[in-house]
């Protein structure tokens, strides 16, 4: 993989209510095909700005997203008796979303992941960003793209339909440089695949890495820990990470190690095994290198697969890397949309992106956007049963 300078990817735009309890599914993957996207009111914030929630579906998959955060608030997908039932974790309002949400189901930016000290410095001059991670600066600040409103158009194209979100971050937000204009689309296909490219464009030089932060539990948001889903990543490598969960610059071999996933094997095997990474993390809160790297299409990621619902996600990206949490900090002191609580091990969270403290590691894939030219990823997620 290239590791010295970041590629302008070229990737070309693909572009329901939630389950309120495993047990009672919402319907069936027939309820679930294609239909215009619609929206209806959600909340409202403090400020008195109104909040909806647009529904889109096709192919059997129905995906609801907040204009608060561009926030996944509910994903549905049929198990192998064709029921469907949510699988991303959230709230049932918006209240939640704003006061307590651990990133749950957010569109992640400026930049994804962590910043250590909040600080870097580009072409000579140094930023400092907000610290909301400990002495770290994480996904994109106290107020990153997930608190923020977006403008949603939604749109049918062929067999395709979705939602174009876009927003302007101006220059100093959050402490990052440059007014950045972003647009990403989320698209579900007749196939029910689920499309998300991003794009951007600065005024100034500035960095950027966007992704999406949900929570996905194949077996149904609020049925338990996902230890026992099969977890495949095709990655030899890993970034290890000190005290504070900074990369230390190494990428390190996964062979013989409880980071090993290059073949499936359930998440909660290894967990547990010890040893200091695994200790720092409560689990498994890394980023993998993936061995495809920087791709100009979306190539093969990963796969998830849960064996009692039969549900099973593939992911392919442009991106080189991949955040895996395990959902390690969820504490049993939040209530998710089924009126469960989420405790750890409840969720897994899988990121693509570039690396964590990227500008402050220059052998790291490059995460600096400059003027004249745009800033493309692109990754879609699979579902199919088995």
């Known amino acids: 993989?290239?590791?010295?300078?970041?590629?302008?990817?070229?990737?070309?735009?693909a572009a329901?209510?939630?389950?309120?309890?495993?047990?009672?599914?919402?319907?069936?993957?027939?309820?679930?095909?294609?239909?215009?996207?619609?929206?209806?009111?959600?909340?409202?914030?403090?400020?008195?700005?109104a909040v909806d929630v647009w529904t889109v579906a096709n192919g059997g998959t129905r995906l609801k997203v907040l204009s608060y955060g561009g926030i996944v608030h509910s994903l549905e997908l049929p198990d192998r008796q064709g029921n469907l039932a949510n699988v991303?974790?959230?709230?049932?309002?918006?209240?939640?979303?704003?006061?307590?949400?651990?990133?749950?189901?957010?569109l992640i930016g400026?930049?994804?992941?962590?910043?250590?000290?909040?600080?870097?410095?580009?072409?000579?001059?140094?930023?400092?960003?907000?610290?909301?991670?400990?002495?770290?600066?994480?996904?994109?600040?106290?107020?990153?793209?997930?608190?923020?409103?977006?403008?949603?158009?939604?749109?049918?194209?062929?067999?395709d339909t979705g939602l174009v979100l876009s927003r302007v971050s101006p220059d100093g937000e959050m402490g990052y440089?440059?007014?950045?204009?972003?647009?990403?689309?989320?698209?579900?296909?007749?196939?029910?695949?689920?499309?998300?490219?991003y794009e951007a464009t600065t005024d100034r030089p500035t960095i950027v890495n966007l992704t999406s932060h949900t929570y996905f539990?194949?077996?149904?948001?609020?049925?338990?820990?996902?230890y026992d889903h099969t977890l495949e990543l095709a990655a030899g490598r890993y970034t290890p990470v000190d005290a504070g969960l900074i990369p230390t610059g190494e990428l390190s071999r996964v062979a013989g190690t409880p980071f090993d996933f290059r073949r499936a094997k359930p998440i909660g095997r290894d967990i547990r095994a010890g040893g200091e990474?695994?200790?720092?993390?409560?689990?498994?809160?890394?980023?993998?290198?993936?061995d495809k790297g920087i791709t100009a299409s979306p190539g093969y990621a990963l796969t998830l697969a849960d064996p009692s619902s039969g549900r099973v996600m593939r992911m392919h990206t442009t991106e080189p890397g991949l955040q895996f949490y395990s959902g390690n900090f969820l504490d049993g002191t939040?209530?998710?949309?089924?009126?469960?609580?989420?405790?750890?091990?409840?969720?897994?969270?899988?990121e693509t992106q570039h690396f964590p403290d990227s500008p402050n590691h220059p052998a790291f894939p490059s995460t600096v956007l400059r003027p004249g030219t745009t800033y493309r990823t692109s990754t879609i997620h699979s579902f199919t049963t088995r």
Not at 88 to 106: E, I, Q, R, T
Not at 113 to 130: C, K, V
């Open 88 to 106: 991303s974790l959230g709230f049932d309002n918006l209240a939640d979303y704003v006061a307590k949400s651990p990133y749950f189901g957010g």
């Open 177 to 197: 440089p440059g007014t950045l204009k972003v647009r990403v689309t989320y698209t579900l296909t007749a196939r029910g695949a689920w499309r998300i490219d």
């Open 217 to 226: 539990n194949l077996a149904g948001e609020g049925s338990g820990t996902i």
């Open 334 to 350: 939040l209530v998710g949309s089924s009126g469960r609580a989420y405790r750890q091990g409840d969720a897994v969270a899988l």
């Open 277 to 290: 990474q695994l200790v720092r993390a409560k689990g498994f809160d890394h980023n993998w290198v993936l």
């Open 16 to 49: 329901g209510l939630a389950a309120t309890t495993l047990t009672t599914a919402t319907g069936t993957a027939a309820a679930a095909s294609r239909h215009a996207p619609s929206k209806r009111h959600f909340g409202a914030l403090a400020d008195g700005t």
């Open 110 to 159: 400026r930049y994804g992941n962590r910043i250590a000290a909040g600080r870097f410095t580009l072409d000579g001059h140094t930023y400092q960003l907000p610290l909301n991670d400990g002495e770290n600066s994480l996904h994109g600040g106290t107020q990153g793209f997930d608190k923020r409103m977006w403008h949603i158009d939604p749109f049918t194209r062929g067999s």
């Open 1 to 13: 993989m290239n590791t010295s300078r970041r590629t302008v990817l070229a990737a070309g735009a």
